[in-house]
Nanobody
């Protein structure tokens, strides 16, 4: 069973930065595309950034230029560097990964972390 655990959230002031991490653990798996989502109170969950296994990245228009997604394959870790934080960035940030099981039946799994809360004060 594969687990994703996020960390790095907290209470910060507008204009500050945070670096979120997501570590994958388990056995017999391979990580494909990975994504960061966020969900603000009373809002739907939205994808903010994704990264392919080859390192190609995509960002939501609302975060371009401020968010940077990256991954360390050896450490099985996904990162999200967030700069110039705004109050509207307040949300729970979730890590998501497409996981290939290396045990039979070798199927793909859609795995989610439990999230880390980012709160930005003005």
């Amino acid at each position: 069973q594969v687990q994703l655990v996020e960390s790095g959230g907290g209470l910060v002031q507008a204009g500050e930065s945070l670096n979120l991490s997501c570590v994958a653990s388990g056995s017999s798996f391979s990580l494909n595309a990975m994504r960061w989502y966020r969900q603000a109170p009373a809002n739907e969950r939205e994808m903010v950034a994704d990264i392919s296994v080859g390192g190609i990245t995509n960002y939501a228009d609302s975060v371009k230029g401020r968010f940077t997604i990256s991954r360390d394959k050896a450490k099985k870790t996904l990162y999200l560097q967030i700069n110039s934080l705004k109050p509207e960035d307040t949300a729970v940030y979730y890590c998501n990964a497409e996981v290939l099981s290396l045990d039979p039946p070798y199927n793909y799994l859609d795995v989610w972390g439990r999230g880390t809360l980012v709160t930005v004060s003005s």
